[in-house]
């Protein structure tokens, strides 16, 4: 549904974290706004568990770590980032952040 005019330039960069992964940093932060304000709130497991359930990145990037989406008529880069275990430390971030950033910025640069 996008205009071709973006998808051409577009690029696609998907953090990969397990869904259980995701739905403990989800009550981590939780835990921590709570902390702060009455007001916090989050999503119920059952509607996290229902919208979630299904992840197709796999089927979609037919398990590659990096490569092409066929877009219509058009081919998308893309790259999938590895973003666990969690991590805070600058330096592994980087490391994690410039690897999938660089192999997206090869994939990009291609004529």
């Known amino acids: 549904m996008l205009d071709p005019r973006i998808l051409e330039r577009a690029a696609v960069f998907y953090i990969h974290v397990s869904r259980e992964e995701s739905w403990r940093r989800n009550v981590a932060r939780y835990q921590e706004k709570l902390r702060h304000s009455l007001l916090a709130h989050m999503v119920p497991r059952e509607t996290y568990d229902f919208f979630y359930d299904v992840n197709d990145w796999e089927e979609l990037t037919g398990g590659e770590p990096s490569g092409w989406l066929d877009v219509g ?39």
Do not use: H, I, K
């Open 73 to 111: 008529a058009l081919r998308v880069p893309f790259v999938t980032m590895n973003n666990e275990p969690e991590s805070t430390d600058p330096a592994v971030l980087e490391e994690r952040y410039a690897s999938a950033l660089g192999t997206l910025w090869a994939l990009r640069s291609q004529p």
